[in-house]
T-cell receptor, first 115, second 110 residues
Framework: DSGVTQTPKHLITATGQRVTLRCSPR?????VYWYQQSLDQGLQFLIQ???????AKGNILERFSAQQFPDLHSELNLSSLELGDSALYFC??????????????FGPGTRLLVL | GQNIDQPTEMTATEGAIVQINCTYQ??????LFWYQQHAGEAPTFLSY????GLEEKGRFSSFLSRSKGYSYLLLKELQMKDSASYLC???????????FGKGNQVVVIP
C-alpha cells in the first residue's frame, strides 16, 4: 500500500459523458501527478500539480482538466468522453521538497470504461 | 522530447537471473527509475539511478550509463511473484515528470 488513494476503483460510462476521478496523496506529499495507461500506449504523463498550482503539463487533451485543492487532494475531470478514453488512470504523489530523489508513489488507479 | 525503448517480453525459469534493458534518448536527464507493475495494479518503485554505476537492493540491481543512454535492471533468484511488467522511467531535467517506456513483461515459469 503506497498511501495514495484513488476513487472510484472502476467507472463505466457512456460516450459524451463527463466523469471526475479523485486522488488523495500520501500524507506530507505536496505534488500530485496524473497518468493515463492504455494497452497500446503505456503510461503517459498527463499533468502535475504542486501545492495547488499546475507545475507541468504532458499529453493532456483539452477535454481533460485537473485541479489540486487546499487539502492537497486532486481531481481529474474528463469530459465529452470517447471510446478511446477507456484506460487506467493513475495518480502518483511525491514530497517535492527539493530532494534529489523525488520518488513518485502510485495509487491503485481508476479503471475507466467508456461504452 | 524523450524516447524510451524496452524489449517487450521475456520468459525465465524460477531461480534464474534475468536482465531487462532500457535505452533512452532525452533532451534533459535527471535520474532513471525502475518500477514493477503487476497486471491491473499500481506501479511500485524498485530503484533509482542518477549517477553511473550499479545500485544493489536485495535481489534487484540497477545499472546506469548516462553517456550511453542505457540502463538495466537485474533480477536474481527469480520467484513466481516476479512475473510482472518492469517499467523504466526517465525524469525530466527541471521538473519531476517521468517519461515511461512501454515496459518489459517478464514471465517466470517453474
Amino acid at each position: 500500500d503506497s498511501g495514495v488513494t484513488q476513487t472510484p476503483k472502476h467507472l463505466i460510462t457512456a460516450t459524451g459523458q463527463r466523469v471526475t476521478l479523485r486522488c488523495s496523496p500520501r500524507s506530507g506529499d505536496l505534488s500530485v501527478y496524473w497518468y493515463q495507461q492504455s494497452l497500446d500506449q503505456g503510461l503517459q504523463f498527463l499533468i502535475q500539480y504542486y501545492n495547488g498550482e499546475e507545475r507541468a503539463k504532458g499529453n493532456i487533451l483539452e477535454r481533460f482538466s485537473a485541479q489540486q485543492f487546499p487539502d492537497l487532494h486532486s481531481e481529474l475531470n474528463l469530459s465529452s468522453l470517447e471510446l478511446g478514453d477507456s484506460a487506467l488512470y493513475f495518480c502518483a504523489s511525491s514530497v517535492a521538497r527539493g530532494r534529489e530523489q523525488e520518488t513518485q508513489y502510485f495509487g491503485p488507479g481508476t479503471r475507466l470504461l467508456v461504452l | 522530447g524523450q524516447n524510451i525503448d524496452q524489449p517487450t517480453e521475456m520468459t525465465a525459469t524460477e531461480g534464474a537471473i534475468v536482465q531487462i534493458n532500457c535505452t533512452y534518448q532525452t533532451s534533459g536527464f535527471n535520474g532513471l527509475f525502475w518500477y514493477q507493475q503487476h497486471a491491473g495494479e499500481a506501479p511500485t518503485f524498485l530503484s533509482y539511478n542518477v549517477l553511473d554505476g550499479l545500485e544493489e537492493k536485495g535481489r534487484f540491481s540497477s545499472f546506469l550509463s548516462r553517456s550511453k543512454g542505457y540502463s538495466y535492471l537485474l533480477l536474481k533468484e527469480l520467484q513466481m511473484k516476479d512475473s510482472a511488467s518492469y517499467l523504466c522511467a526517465v525524469r525530466d531535467n527541471g521538473n519531476n515528470r517521468l517519461a515511461f517506456g512501454k515496459g518489459n513483461q517478464v514471465v517466470v515459469i517453474p
